[in-house]
């Protein structure tokens, strides 16, 4: 029998069994296997980790553990003081956009207001999701961190809350997003960018108060829907202001 002495940083914790949380353990092994494998055994998905350093020097995923290794293993935003490090995620997608799981309908609606493109079907399987997530180079959001373990996915987040208010900060925090908040620029039930309407263009749509009261329209190219800054846009601005203002 074999072992390695394993420490895990910052949010990777939240995968492992309390007993290992935060601290150096011991974990015994008979078959030599990639440290990727190893990590993957304990729960936490490769998506999740940014950088392993096996007694102090950085590795790769294909790395064979060996008896006595020395491993730490960190999350993609833990900031160190060391040069020369190889660090394990692809490069970030250029414009973030998002496949989010059928749990996840409220976070996309949020996201969505706040002009993030979220693909969100209620009806998707694991295996569509994957597909989709490679074709368009969209980031995988679920909450299922065994679609995280696939080989094929490289970029995709474990979301942690329950409420959706929670699970946006999440998303914005992981992916760096705070800066690229657009908000009522994309459509919440269909994804697709919102366009300016003239206001004449709507008089025989919409209630004749809500013509009166407002001068500032959108409208959905694909669904048709009309978006104006009414009695809700208070409540969710002060929301999206509060996401911005936020120190991560
Ligand atoms: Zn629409």
């Known amino acids: 029998m074999h072992k390695v002495h394993l420490r895990f940083y910052e949010e990777l914790n939240d995968f492992l069994p309390e007993e290992n949380r935060k601290k150096r353990f011991i974990h ?5 296997t990639s440290v990727k494998d190893l990590i993957e055994s304990l729960g936490v998905p490769h998506t999740e980790v940014d950088l392993i350093l096996v007694n102090s020097k950085s590795v790769n995923f294909k790395y064979i553990i060996n008896d006595g290794d020395d491993i730490s293993v960190y999350p ?68 299922d961190r065994g679609i995280l373990k696939r080989n094929e ?34 459509c919440l039930e269909c994804n697709d960018l919102l366009v300016l309407e003239e206001k004449n263009k709507l008089l025989g749509e919409l209630p004749p108060k809500v013509i009166r009261s407002q001068n500032e329209f959108y409208r959905c190219p694909s669904c048709k829907k009309i978006y104006w800054k009414g009695t809700h846009y208070q409540q969710m601005f002060s929301f999206i202001q509060s996401i911005k203002n936020i120190e991560f």
């Open 153 to 186: 996915v490289t970029h995709g987040y474990w979301v942690r809350s329950t409420k959706a208010e929670e699970q946006v900060m999440e998303v914005i925090r992981r992916f760096d997003l705070q800066k690229c908040i657009k908000e009522f620029s994309r």
């Open 76 to 143: 993609v935003f833990e900031s160190l003081d060391i040069s020369d490090v190889q660090h394990l995620r692809p490069s970030p997608l250029r414009k973030p956009k998002f496949i989010a799981d059928v749990h996840l309908g409220k976070l996309t609606k949020y996201l969505r207001m706040m002009g993030f493109d979220i693909y969100y079907k209620n009806d998707l399987d694991d295996e569509q999701i994957i597909k989709i997530s490679i074709k368009e180079r969209r980031a995988i959001l679920t909450k």
């Open 28 to 32: 015994h092994f008979i078959d030599r």
